[in-house]
Nanobody
Framework: QVQLVESGGGLVQAGGSLRLSCAASKSIFMFNTMAWFRQAPGKSRELVAH???????NYANAVKGRFTVSRDNAKNTVYLQMNNLKPEDTGVYYC????????WGQGTQVTVSS
């Protein structure tokens, strides 16, 4: 069964931190670059970061130096450590392969207050 389950979101003040997790089906995780996306209210979904099967990571300019993506291949889980959060980071965060090929999960809401 193909499945993506995101967790770890919440409400945080500007400057705070959150760590998101995404548990993926093994069939998704094993051979794919994995990515985090986000969708702010009224905007289209955008790529935040992606990480290859051997750990090579890339980031959107807006989050470079603040976010860190990692993966645990033994647990079929990808993480997003988010530091120094800003109000513009508010949105629903999703994971998927990169490029996205699988049904989207429910996402996890991140709200950053100023």
């Amino acid at each position: 069964q193909v499945q993506l389950v995101e967790s770890g979101g919440g409400l945080v003040q500007a400057g705070g931190s959150l760590r998101l997790s995404c548990a993926a089906s093994k069939s998704i995780f094993m051979f794919n670059t994995m990515a985090w996306f986000r969708q702010a209210p009224g905007k289209s979904r955008e790529l935040v970061a992606h990480i290859g099967t051997i750990g090579t990571a890339n980031y959107a300019n807006a989050v470079k130096g603040r976010f860190t993506v990692s993966r645990d291949n033994a647990k079929n889980t990808v993480y997003l450590q988010m530091n120094n959060l800003k109000p513009e980071d508010t949105g629903v965060y999703y994971c998927n392969s990169f490029p996205d090929k699988f049904p989207w999960g429910q996402g996890t809401q991140v709200t950053v207050s100023s």
